[in-house]
């Protein structure tokens, strides 16, 4: 396995990790780089068997791909992980980034997901997720029929949120430069269930959603608020989709370092 990844900024500020969502790649943080690199030295990775990350690896999982990402960084002349660093990941990219956090507590300080579930998919006792029989479907649209699955799955990431079209644009230009070796088995990602991992977390977490997300519904964001410990906080962007750091970059970028302020101030 290759894992794709970049460093951008100043090695002076704190290191910041991007992890993308499921079909994409890191492409999809290109404009939000110049708001984050004046703050941050900023590793953005391809997930492996997804983008520029191949993979020959058809049975992954959590703890496989949070181990090639730690271990590929850890030995990078890039020296992302030279201290512990914030890890920032979108929907599954959120998932892996909260495994990495279980996983390798001492290369995390704090972790931030954004429009991400730790169970994606309903189960007996967790019904804030996509109803299984769906996801079923779903998962048999993206073996018959990829390409057009993908397109359909891009439609639903924008739906109920603002700046629509603009950021259709851009998710559409992501895929076409997106070669995935991987599709199916990262997508089984998403049946994981890490509410145990979550609620066991020391670090410093936030959790933040669109109000109008299609894919993580309300009810999860409150089921999340309500298990969360001390030092796990929420923020929801008004009006935002699936995809709040492109739609509100500015109210993103506050949220993230007014998160990273009151860890200072906490010690």
Known sequence: MGLYYE??????????ILLHGWGMSSSIWK?????????????????????????????????????SIVS???SSTA??????????????GGMVALQIASQYPEKVHALMTVASNPCFVQKEDWEHGMNSVMYCQF??????????????FAMLQIQGGQAAKP?????????????????????????????????????PVLHMYGTEDHL????????????????????????AGHLPFLSSPDAF?????????????HG
Not at 44 to 49: I, K
Not at 79 to 92: I, V
Not at 221 to 234: G, L, M
């Open 7 to 16: 460093s951008f900024g100043s090695k002076d500020n704190p290191a910041l």
């Open 139 to 152: 998962k048999a649209a993206i073996e018959s029929s990829p390409e057009k699955t993908l397109s359909r």
């Open 79 to 92: 020296e992302p992980l030279a201290q512990p660093a914030y890890w920032l990941g979108w929907s599954l």
């Open 216 to 239: 993580v519904p309300k009810s999860a964001v409150a089921a999340i608020q309500s298990q969360a410990k001390e030092q796990q906080q929420t923020v929801s962007f008004t009006g």
């Open 253 to 265: 970028l506050q949220a993230v370092l007014a998160f990273i302020d009151s860890i200072k101030k």
């Open 167 to 203: 950021i259709l644009k851009q998710i559409k230009a992501v895929l076409a430069d997106s070669k995935p070796t991987q599709l199916l088995a990262t997508l089984a990602l998403l049946e994981n269930d890490l509410r145990e991992p979550l609620s066991k977390l020391s670090c």
């Open 31 to 67: 404009t939000l780089l110049p708001i984050l690199t004046p703050h941050f030295y900023v590793t953005v990775v391809d997930l492996p068997g997804l983008g520029r990350s191949t993979s020959t690896d058809a049975s992954m999982t959590l703890e496989k791909m949070s181990s």
């Open 72 to 74: 590929e960084l850890e």
